[in-house]
T-cell receptor
Framework: DSGVTQTPKHLITATGQRVTLRCSPRSGDLSVYWYQQSLDQGLQFLIQYYNGEERAKGNILERFSAQQFPDLHSELNLSSLELGDSALYFC???????????FGPGTRLTVL | QQQVKQSPQSLIVQKGGISIINCAYENTAFDYFPWYQQFPGKGPALLIAIRPDVSEKKEGRFTISFNKSAKQFSLHIMDSQPGDSATYFCAAFTGGGNKLTFGTGTQLKVEL
């Protein structure tokens, strides 16, 4: 158990809908990262937050957004969903000054 | 642009054999090179990591070999066991860039 929690574990929705994925980092970790894992694209970095502020952006679509709240949990919002958004979404957290990222168990999103 | 190239895509090894997975990178700003192990339905978990100031790091049956001049690093799994069957990802991190760049993954199967 990495100490990073993600909810929900599975999510099934329809095209055009909007969903919110939630992540709670390890206690004390200020950095939260979001990744998308699909069969054809592998693990892709989406976005990073540090103590409530956006720090780095990767291959995140404009339909996707994220935020980190004062209690350090983070949410990834996916809107106008398309079939191609079906994937595993992972959250990871990192202690300031350390390099290691700890991954959560992921949320499997299926868009029908 | 794929910044971390990983090979092979899949690997079958007999129990007790040596599994070798290779990665190559392009960005010389990378300063931390972790390997992650992922079982089906789980998030990636850190296996072992190395920094570019050392050429080899060993932890139990797992060894990273690092060649800075060639910009290559590899994972060796000695005495491979069926329980090692998983997908392995190499990655590279730059503190300045604040993100992990992953290789495409290697699906390892250890047969009895």
């Amino acid at each position: 158990d990495s100490g990073v929690t993600q909810t929900p574990k599975h999510l099934i929705t329809a095209t055009g809908q909007r969903v919110t994925l939630r992540c709670s980092p390890r206690s004390g970790d200020l950095s939260v990262y979001w990744y998308q894992q699909s069969l054809d694209q592998g693990l892709q970095f989406l976005i990073q937050y540090y103590n409530g502020e956006e720090r780095a952006k990767g291959n995140i679509l404009e339909r996707f957004s994220a935020q980190q709240f004062p209690d350090l949990h983070s949410e990834l919002n996916l809107s106008s969903l398309e079939l191609g958004d079906s994937a595993l979404y992972f959250c990871a957290s990192r202690l300031a000054g350390d390099s290691e990222q700890f991954f959560g168990p992921g949320t499997r999103l299926t868009v029908l | 642009q794929q910044q971390v190239k990983q090979s092979p895509q899949s690997l079958i090894v007999q129990k007790g054999g040596i599994s070798i997975i290779n990665c190559a990178y392009e960005n010389t700003a990378f300063d931390y090179f972790p390997w992650y192990q992922q079982f089906p339905g789980k998030g990636p978990a850190l296996l072992i990591a190395i920094r570019p100031d050392v050429s080899e790091k060993k932890e139990g049956r797992f060894t990273i070999s690092f060649n800075k001049s060639a910009k290559q690093f590899s994972l060796h799994i000695m005495d491979s066991q069926p329980g090692d069957s998983a997908t392995y990802f190499c990655a590279a991190f730059t503190g300045g860039g604040n993100k992990l760049t992953f290789g495409t993954g290697t699906q390892l199967k250890v047969e009895l």
